[in-house]
C-alpha cells in the first residue's frame, strides 16, 4: 500500500472512530442533561433514541460529507488553516443535518433546548474531530509519513526538454512544479508554494476546487452505474447485431493513456473487421473507411459503439467529460508537432470534451492537434457548469447523428 493510501485509511479510521464518540456522547448528554438522571447500561444503549441505526448510520453520513468536501482528496501538504476551514464547516453540515433529520422530532417543553442541542452537536464533531484529525496529522509527520515533490529546473525555454521530464514525472502521481516565465509572473499565474524564496508554478494543481472535484467523481459513479442498469437492452441487442454483422467479438479493446499517463484498456462496440490493422500499424478511421461494418457506420453515426466506455467511467479509467485519451502511437506522433500533450494527464480523460465537439472526429494529425488545444482550454476553466454545457452539447451532437 502505498504512502498516500495508508495516510488516507488512517484520516478515515479516525473520521469514523470520532463520529461514534461524538454520537454517544451526544447522546448521553440528552439524557442526562434532558432527563436529569444517569441511566444504566441497558437504558442508554437500547432505547435512546433509536441507538442502533444512528450507530451505523451517523458515521456514513459524516464520511459522506468528508468526501464530498474535497478531505481525503490531498492529503499532503495540507495547511493548517485549510485542515482547520475543512473541518469547521463539514461539522456545520453535520450538525445541521442531523438537527432536522433526528433533533427536530424530540418533544421538548423549551424550544431553546432546539438550539442548545444543535450547539453541543457542533462543538462535539468540530472538536473530536479536529483533534483526531491533528493527531493523525502529527503521527504522519513524525514517522515521515509524507509525499515528496518534483522539482524541475530546466529553463521553460528549452521546451523539448521541458515536456520530456514533465512526461516522466506525471506517472508518479507527485505534485510538479516548474520555473516561470516572465509571461507567468507577470499574469500571476506563479505562486509561492512554500518551497523557498522563489516563485513556482505547480503544473499539477486543478482548476476546480476538492469540492468540485469529489462531486465530479460522485455524478460519474451515480451516473455511469445507473446508466448501465438502463441501457442494459440496448446493449443486448447492439451485441446481437454487432455479432450478426461480421466474425469477430462483440467489444473491441484497445490500449489508451489516462490519468497521470498511465495506461488502460478502453472498451467498444467492435464497428469495424477484424482485420481492420492487420499489418499491425494503428489506422485512423476516415469518412466512407470501408473497414467499417454496415452496423458499425449506424453505431458510430449515434455514437452507440462509446456505450461500454461507462464500465470505463464507473472503474475511474474516465470521467463523462475530460480530454479524449489517445493510443500511445498517435500520442508518439501529436507530440512531435505539440509537446505540451503531456499537461493532459493530470486530469481523466472522459467521453466527451470541448475538443471533439468542436473538431469532431480527427482523422488527421493536424485535427488531433487542434482538439488538443480545445481541451487544454476545457483543463483551465473547469467547472461543473461547463461540464454540464458540454453534457447539453454532447447529446444535441448525438440526436442529430453527426458521429462518424
Known sequence: MSAYRRLQFRYI???????????????????????????????????????????????????????????YLLIFHRTFTKEFLTTFLS???????????????????????????????????????????????????????????????????????LYRQIRQAYPTGKP?????????????????????????ICITDMNMSDCEICLKRTFDILASSLSLIALSPLFAVLAVAVRCSSKGPVFYTQERIGLYGHPFRIYKFRTMVVSAEQDGTPQLSRKDDKRITKIGHLMRKYRLDELPQLWNVLKGDMSFVGPRPERPYFIHLI??????????????????????????????????????????????????????????????????????
Open 13 to 71: 479510521l479516525a473520521d469514523i472512530l470520532s463520529a461514534e464518540l461524538v454520537w454517544l456522547l451526544f447522546l448521553l448528554f440528552r439524557w442526562i442533561v434532558y432527563e436529569g438522571k444517569v441511566m444504566s447500561v441497558d437504558d442508554v444503549l437500547i432505547p435512546a433514541f433509536d441507538f442502533h441505526r444512528p450507530l451505523f448510520l451517523y458515521p456514513l453520513g459524516c464520511l459522506i460529507v468528508y468526501y464530498l468536501s474535497g478531505y
Open 91 to 161: 461539522a456545520l453540515v453535520i450538525s445541521l443535518g442531523a438537527f432536522f433529520i433526528i433533533i427536530i422530532d424530540d418533544h421538548v417543553s423549551q424550544y431553546q433546548r432546539f438550539l442548545v442541542s444543535l450547539g453541543v452537536l457542533f462543538i462535539l464533531q468540530f472538536g473530536i474531530s479536529y483533534l483526531c484529525r491533528l493527531a493523525v496529522g502529527w503521527f504522519s509527520r513524525k514517522n515521515s509519513v509524507r509525499k515528496d515533490i518534483i522539482r524541475i529546473d530546466t529553463s521553460p525555454d528549452n521546451e523539448e526538454e
Open 176 to 200: 510538479i512544479y516548474i520555473r516561470p516565465r516572465v509571461y507567468d509572473l507577470l499574469t500571476g499565474a506563479a505562486q509561492i508554494h512554500n518551497l523557498d524564496d522563489e516563485a513556482w
Open 335 to 404: 507530440e512531435q508537432q505539440a509537446p505540451y500533450y503531456c499537461l493532459l494527464y493530470k486530469i481523466r480523460p472522459g467521453l466527451t470534451s470541448w475538443g471533439p465537439i468542436r473538431v469532431g472526429y480527427t482523422d488527421t494529425i493536424e485535427k488531433m492537434i487542434r482538439r488538443l488545444n480545445y481541451d487544454i482550454a476545457y483543463m483551465e476553466n473547469m467547472s461543473l457548469l461547463l461540464d454540464l454545457k458540454i453534457m447539453l452539447l454532447t447529446i444535441s451532437v448525438i440526436f442529430n447523428g453527426k458521429g462518424q
